[in-house]
Structures are given as C-alpha cells and as structure tokens.
C-alpha cells in the first residue's frame, strides 16, 4: 500500500497561496488618494471659477494639499493608536478571566469550537491543550472570541506616514495645470482631464491589488471620484455665490 500511495503523493503539484495580505495599506493609499484627487481639485475649481489667477489658485492649492496631508496622517495615527489601545485593554481583560475564572472560559472553547461543528469529544483535547499552554489560550480567545488581531507596535505611524504621502501625491495631480497655464478657466478644463484620467488609473491599480476586476474598479473609481468632486466644486461655487 505504501508503495502505491507515494508515487500518488509525489504527483501533487505544489501549491502556493496567494492571499492578499496588506489591506491595512491599501485601505490607507486608498483613503489618501481618493481625498488627494477630491478635495484639491475642488477648491482649485471653485477659485477658477471666481476668476481667480492661475498663481493664487495653486498657491491656495498646496496649502490645502500640505494641511490636508497633516489633518489624514493625523487621523490615520490616532485611528491605529486606538485600534492598539483597545487591543491591549481586552487583553488585559481577557488574561485577568482566563485567572479568576479558568473553568468559564474553557467552556467558552468549546462553544467556539462547536460553532464550527465540532463535537465535545473532538474539542475536547484541543481545550486541554490550550489550557496547559496559557498564552496560546490567550491568543486563542483574543482572535476567536473577541475578533480581535494583534497590531503592528509600528501601524500607528506607517498609517499617518501612508495617508499624508498619499494625500500629496493625489492633490497634486489637479494642481499640475495651474503650474503650466496662467489662466485659471483653461487649467481648470486640463485639471478636469487629468484628474478623470488619473481617477481611472488609481481605480485600475487598486483592482490589480485588491483581486477585484481593474477595469470595473477603474470605473466604479472615476465615477465616485467625479460625483465627489462635482459636488464639493456645487458646494464651493454655492459659498461663493
């Protein structure tokens, strides 16, 4: 028998996984670019059309580009802080029960397991083991119970870092007409262009990463960014009537 298996054995081909495993980074770029596009272009629209000059126009653009970029990277940071601050809250809590009361959360292994169609025989020898191995018990219950995945020490300024530099990079593609032509109402028109262009690219990217199609991400992108900018450009030309 163990002649015929292993010849079988030997002629399974080798697989290699393929998971996606940095969204927390593309969550970021995406949050960064897709306001970087927005927001910019908006204000930039909303001062050509009060006939403001090409120069006033982009200087009042990198400035929101630059406290923009601040205020995302600052949020970014203080969301991780706080993901990493309630993580080691319930880890300080569940470690405390796991002491005071070994025998109630050792049964809560067992429901856990059982959810997965697990019968008390065939969970039980996993719940001893846990309970002889405490902080794997620890883990266990942190990832399975409360859905909670420890954090990166260094997330908290990857994000702020990810976000602030992605918001630059998307702010300045509106801005880069009013670089090259003085007159506001024509940068506008190229500024339009560019911006829908670069809107498709960054949605085909993201597809590529993410796994989803890149030509519907492309898309579903430009349109959501063009609405997005439609409206904040309806509600600038709104202030300023």
Do not use: C
């Amino acid at each position: 028998m163990d002649g015929e298996a292993r010849p079988m054995l030997e002629k399974v081909p080798h697989h290699r996984e393929r998971h996606f495993t940095s969204g927390d980074v593309v969550r970021d770029v995406i949050m960064g670019v897709s306001d970087g596009l927005t927001v910019p272009f908006a204000l930039a629209a909303g001062l050509s059309g009060a006939r403001a000059p090409s120069s006033l126009v982009l200087t009042a653009g990198l400035a929101e580009v630059a406290a923009g970029a601040i205020s995302m990277g600052l949020g970014g940071y203080l969301a991780a802080k706080s993901d990493a601050d309630h993580y080691q809250r319930e880890l300080k809590r569940e470690q405390e029960e796991i002491i005071s009361v070994p025998d109630t959360e050792a049964a809560e292994i067992g429901e856990i397991l059982s959810d997965y169609g697990l019968e008390p025989h065939e969970y039980g020898p996993v719940v001893e083991g846990l309970r002889r191995n405490p902080q794997a018990w620890l883990d266990f219950m942190m990832r399975f119970e409360l859905g909670l995945e420890k954090p990166d020490p260094k997330r908290a300024w990857q994000s702020a870092l990810t976000i602030a530099v992605s918001y630059v990079i998307g702010g300045l593609v509106p801005l880069l007409p009013y670089m090259f032509i003085s007159t506001a109402q024509n940068a506008m028109l190229t500024s339009v262009g560019v911006t829908l262009i670069a809107l498709l690219f960054f949605g085909y990217i993201k597809g590529r990463f993410t796994g989803n199609r890149p030509f519907l991400s492309a898309v579903q992108t430009a349109i959501i960014g063009a609405v997005a900018s439609a409206a904040a450009y309806g509600m600038a030309k709104a202030v300023q009537s």
